[in-house]
């Protein structure tokens, strides 16, 4: 193996910088070419690519984002764009791709990889940590810190002016981000995709707590689950208290990677290009109990499960 390609593709995820700096930096050392490509897999399709050294990624680890640029790409999943993803790789002399990403990503690239029999190991980067088998995904611990420093603000209006919050995380298809900050901003609620929405509790619990001299709450909801305005005009109408819906939305995505990321991203950097130079392939770098770990792409893309219960029931009982 002589040369290799990097891309960040789906949504970026704080982390994914320090990924990026460890592939192309760890990848060098070791004596390989690493190639970067811009824009994900629409890069590969339009040969958006150049070669990297050590000071194509100097000052980015402390940067939310991604230097490579990312985007969701449609095209990629016909045959004639991945006919031409193949082509630029068979031009560039590209012998393996590490790709960072999350669940959409590895599904593309399991597929392509088995499809032209190109070597791939994927690095799992997404503020959802929707990656089943490990742990945590690069970016998650970040967008939960960010979440968490919006939600503590509104806990200050929110006592002042006596109202009830409802504070809308991200999360389409996951609860994961909602059930973290629910436990570690202490809120009232948390209504999640996994567990059907029953407002009349919710309401019930609010008017509850009002009648025992409650004046202020704060209600997260996973995007995935409701919308906060929504919920907010209908917890006025069962409740008659003053209620304010705040939509955190894309700034969870930016910002500052964490140690606790940029450590994660810089040590499966490390692991993704030793994969690969040990002959794996098609496997998720993640890390579970504290161990660096290789998971299938087919296993790394199915519905990872959370202990929703647990941590719901936790988050009701020191309300
Ligand atoms: O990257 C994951 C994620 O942030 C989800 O939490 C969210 O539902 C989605 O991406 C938003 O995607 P987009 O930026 O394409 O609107």
């Avoid at 999943?77 to 990403?101: F, P, S």
């Avoid at 599904?107 to 503020?127: H, R």
Wanted: proline share 2%; net charge neutral.
């Amino acid at each position: 193996m002589k040369r290799i390609a990097v891309l960040t593709a789906g949504g970026d995820a704080p982390g994914m910088n320090p990924a990026i700096r460890s592939v192309v930096r760890y990848g060098t050392n070791k004596g390989l070419e690493v190639m970067g490509v811009f824009r994900g897999w629409w890069g590969l399709i339009n040969e958006e690519l150049k070669l990297f050294n050590h000071r194509s990624v100097s000052g980015i680890i402390n940067q939310g984002g991604t230097i490579l640029k990312t985007m969701r790409c449609s095209e990629f999943y016909t045959d004639e764009g991945q006919d031409r993803a193949y082509n630029t790789i068979k031009k560039h002399n590209i012998d393996a791709l590490v790709v960072i990403g999350g669940n959409g990503s590895f599904t593309a690239a399991d597929l392509f990889c088995k499809k032209y029999k190109v070597p791939c190991v994927g690095i799992a980067a997404s503020i959802d940590n929707d990656i089943n088998g490990i742990d945590t995904t690069i970016g998650s611990d970040t967008a939960i810190n960010t979440a968490l420093g919006a939600i503590d603000n509104i806990r200050d209006t929110a006592t002042s002016m006596e109202r009830v919050f409802v504070v809308e995380v991200m999360g389409r298809e996951s609860g994961f981000i909602a059930l973290k900050v629910a436990l570690a901003c202490g809120c009232e609620d948390v209504i999640i995709p996994e567990r059907k929405l029953d407002l009349e509790r919710v309401c019930h619990s609010i008017v509850n707590g009002n009648l025992r001299g409650k004046v202020s709450w704060i209600i997260i909801v996973a995007e995935g689950a409701g919308h906060a305005p929504d919920i907010a005009k209908d917890i006025t109408q069962m409740t008659t208290l003053e209620t304010r819906a705040v939509v955190l939305g894309h700034i969870q995505r930016g910002g500052r990677p964490t140690a606790f990321s940029r450590i994660l991203a810089v040590t499966l950097g490390q692991a993704a290009v030793d994969c690969l130079l040990s002959g794996t392939t098609n496997k998720v770098m993640g890390m579970s109990n504290g161990k660096i770990i290789e998971i299938d792409f087919q296993i790394a893309i199915q519905k990872k499960e959370l202990d929703v219960d647990r941590m719901y029931n936790l988050v009701k009982i020191l309300t």
